[in-house]
């Protein structure tokens, strides 16, 4: 079974930085793109970042544009997300996706909370 698990979440003040992690449980997946999705209390979810399959294309959310940054690991079958100057309207769920489309939403980890406190 293919399976998408996220790491690296955790309780961080504004202004600091967290890094997300996604591995992919199969060799399947260095052909898909990837990306990440989150979701805050009460609100739908929402796209954040995708990146291609070689990692030649990204796209971002315009609220976290200069903030996040997405990248594959070597062995294209992982993604990060580096989060640089959070905010506490970044706090929410954060949930990988995998799929043959930019933004992916084939596949779906099961989260990783991310919480900024102010």
């Known amino acids: 079974q293919v399976q998408l698990v996220e790491s690296g979440g955790g309780l961080v003040q504004a202004g600091g930085s967290l890094r997300l992690s996604c591995a992919a449980s199969a060799r399947t997946f260095v052909r898909y793109a990837m990306g990440w999705f989150r979701q805050a209390p009460g609100k739908e979810r929402e796209f954040v970042a995708a990146?291609?399959?070689?990692?030649?294309?990204?796209e971002y959310a315009d609220s976290v544009k200069g903030r996040f940054t997405i990248s594959r690991g070597s062995a294209q079958n992982s993604v990060y997300l580096q989060m640089d100057s959070l905010k506490p309207e970044d706090t929410a769920d954060y949930f990988c996706?995998?799929?043959?489309?930019?933004?992916?939403?084939?596949?779906w980890g099961k989260g990783t909370l991310v919480t900024v406190s102010s």
């Open positions: 996706a995998a799929g043959t489309e930019l933004p992916p939403n084939r596949y």
């Open positions: 990146i291609s399959w070689n990692g030649g294309n990204t």
